[in-house]
């Protein structure tokens, strides 16, 4: 049996390296086309207006889906269908850009690929935090993370050498090549993995297949532990971090406004791959050290961190008259992405009962993706109304105030998941 358990923790470990190189695959073809649709929303008779509605919408859509895939990550403890299906619509609707020549067909295509995003992302982070020790999930989260980014340099990249070749469109058709390669990866190297309370311990593994046999845990045991997840209710600390993470969320518009900013300033439009290269450069060798240093230290502490490097950022962006300070201080918006992303995942995982992992991650993703979907929205208007260092800022300002919401975060209870 000890054997059986070994061999099962072994397989989930590797599942981190499974879902790090889904993450890397999939992100190179994302970021090929990402960095260059401001300049194609441009060349087919968009705006920052048009930008702010697609952007805002597809995120949103994406919320929706992480919410459901949450409740379902929760009753189910197959997970794999979900994960490899939103990986799959998500790298078969991207090539289609190409076909494009109207905002509204862009629209349509971002909708899909974000709601796809969405199916999978809630249920692949319950997969991580199931396949590590507690002491380790914010480490997992920062690798993955670090892998993803790694992705987003390459894509930017890519979609360089591409550009001078084949044009934009060429970029959207060449994305396909990494997310085929993504889909392969997601089939054949993800493993099921499932938590549990009981006999086994708080958050124990619990196997699937030949290993669940072998430990003789019945299926049924199985169900009816899910089925209990939805009696339990988020505790009281849970609602406090996900009200500043959501208030921050208020001024965190689509970075697509960082890149329109810099072509404002006189940046050509070939050169917006390498402004995503800089900053995931910075990104990719940042969020694994600090996934791991919040295994270590307060999470709380280190994305409040993050959030004022934010307000620095946006602030600089506000006030920069150069392109030179606009390639600086992407780099440094690197580090508030690797204080952030990893680390608040992890919060929210350490807040909850491991029943209940995939709601709190779902309603986490939903408020903050709702209210992405309003500051990328409000964005657009401010810039079209006052001009562009008004959204500036004002994204700054609001994560000020959030980052004190986290600091002040420790004098909440954190009462106890309780049965309902």
Known sequence: MLEAASGARQGNSRNIRAFGATSFLNDTASEMAYWVLPAFLTSIGAGPAQLGVIEGIAESVASFAKLFS???????PRRKPLVVSGYFVANAVKPLLALTTAWWQVLGIRFADRFSKGIRGTARDVMVAESVDKSRIGSAYGLIQAMDSAGAIAGPLAALWLLSRYGLRGIFWAAAVPGFLC???????????????GKHGAGSLVPHGDDADRLDTPALEVEEENASAHDQHLPGVFYFVLGAATLFSLGNSSDMFLVLRAQGLGMPATHAPLLGLVFNIMYTVLAWPAGRLSDRFSRRIIAAAGYLVFAIVYVVFAVARSTLAIWITMAFYGLF???????LKALVVEKVAPEVRGRALGVYFFATSVATLLASVIAGELWRQFGAPVPFFLSAGIAVVAAGLLLVSRSVKPTEARSG
Not at 183 to 197: D, K, S, W, Y
């Open 183 to 197: 889909v392969m990866v997601a089939l054949l190297g993800i493993h099921e993995t499932h938590r549990r309370p």
């Open 70 to 76: 949450g409740y379902l990550a929760d009753r189910f």
């Open 337 to 343: 992405y690797a204080l952030t992303n990893p680390v």
